[in-house]
């Protein structure tokens, strides 16, 4: 029998059978999947959401349920590749919309200008003016705060007599969060978790673009040490993505997840900057560890060997 002859079989099989034959037979699916993308997440989703593995096993479930309501013959393609993506969508839906603090998608916008625009210091009335939206929605905007419980561990720092904490640095709140956004934040809970607090300490630093040298003046240890301590997080990122199966997850890999909260920080695309003047990627990078400043790394043509001046050990 052709492999054309048994795609054929299986499709008829799905509109055909039994509710008690089809869930038998692709239940397994949703497990698989559930276990495969969100076993070594789950601490961290329950506490974002309350939701635990049964109840997004359930939500996978009812996205199995949904494809099958919806799949035909005539898309030419195996029911498993259509339902695979229903399922994990309806998981992940579960999980954005069961975040514990919610707000509209509408302020979320508001939110994402206000801090694209530097329009933080601005009065609420002014805002509201300028982006031709209500005050009140404006001053929600500006009030939100979606920390959660999983986040809130301080980093031993303040800022303007506040705690910062893991979710100030790592989480970038600058545009509304996505499906996949939401999926990743739940990783770099999860991954967060396996450092030391020398290592979140360190990170939540460096993601603030302070020098190696001045984190190292803070810890009273070298810079040396520093950038040590970095390119170990890094390096677990890396394992942690290779171990638990992360690379799927947005299409992007885990470690790259990591790197660009860096990349999309309170000062700025420096990534994009770099890019757009000629400085590849690579070349960004290896100037970072060479010791320059973020600006100068970003912004001198190739070949340029810069001053210690200019070069502003980090």
């Not at 048994?6 to 699916?29: A, G, H, P, W």
């Not at 694209?116 to 210091?121: G, Q």
């Not at 920390?147 to 790592?170: A, G």
């Not at 790197?259 to 990534?271: D, F």
Request: proline share 1%; aromatic share 8%.
């Amino acid at each position: 029998m052709g492999d054309e002859q048994k795609d054929l079989i299986e499709q008829e099989d799905v509109l055909m059978m039994t509710d008690d034959d089809f869930m038998k037979k692709y239940s397994r699916l949703v497990y698989y999947y559930v276990n495969k993308y969100f076993s070594n997440i789950a601490k961290a989703i329950e506490q974002e959401t309350n939701l635990n593995m049964d109840d997004l096993i359930q939500s996978g479930m009812l996205g199995l349920v949904t494809a099958r309501r919806d799949f035909k013959t005539e898309l030419g393609f195996k029911f498993t590749t259509f339902a695979v993506p229903r399922i994990l969508g309806y998981i992940r839906k579960a999980v954005r919309d069961s975040q514990k603090i919610r707000i509209t998608n509408e302020v979320y916008e508001i939110k994402g200008k206000i801090s694209r625009m530097k329009l933080h210091d601005e009065e609420v009335e002014s805002i509201a003016k300028l982006l031709e939206v209500s005050v009140r929605d404006v001053k929600t905007a500006k009030e939100f705060n979606p920390r959660t419980i999983s986040l809130q561990t301080p980093l031993n720092k303040e800022v303007n007599k506040e705690k910062v904490t893991l979710e100030n640095t790592l989480i970038d709140k600058k545009t509304s969060m996505t499906l996949d956004d939401v999926i990743k934040k739940m990783i770099i809970t999860a991954f967060l978790s396996t450092l030391c607090s020398k290592e979140k300490f360190v990170w939540e630093l460096h993601a603030k673009n302070m020098t190696q040298a001045a984190i190292g003046k803070r810890l009273g240890v070298t810079q040396t040490q520093i950038s040590r301590i970095l390119k170990g997080i890094y390096k677990k990122a890396e394992e942690y993505g290779n171990k638990h199966s992360l690379r799927d997850i947005g299409k992007t890999r885990f470690e790259k997840i990591i790197e660009n909260h860096v990349r999309q920080s309170s000062h700025g695309n420096w990534l994009d900057i770099a890019e757009s003047n000629g400085v590849s990627r690579g070349a960004f990078w290896y100037r970072l560890r060479e010791g320059w400043s973020y600006e100068m790394a970003a912004t001198q043509p190739l070949g340029s060997q810069g001053t210690r001046k200019n070069k502003q050990v980090i």
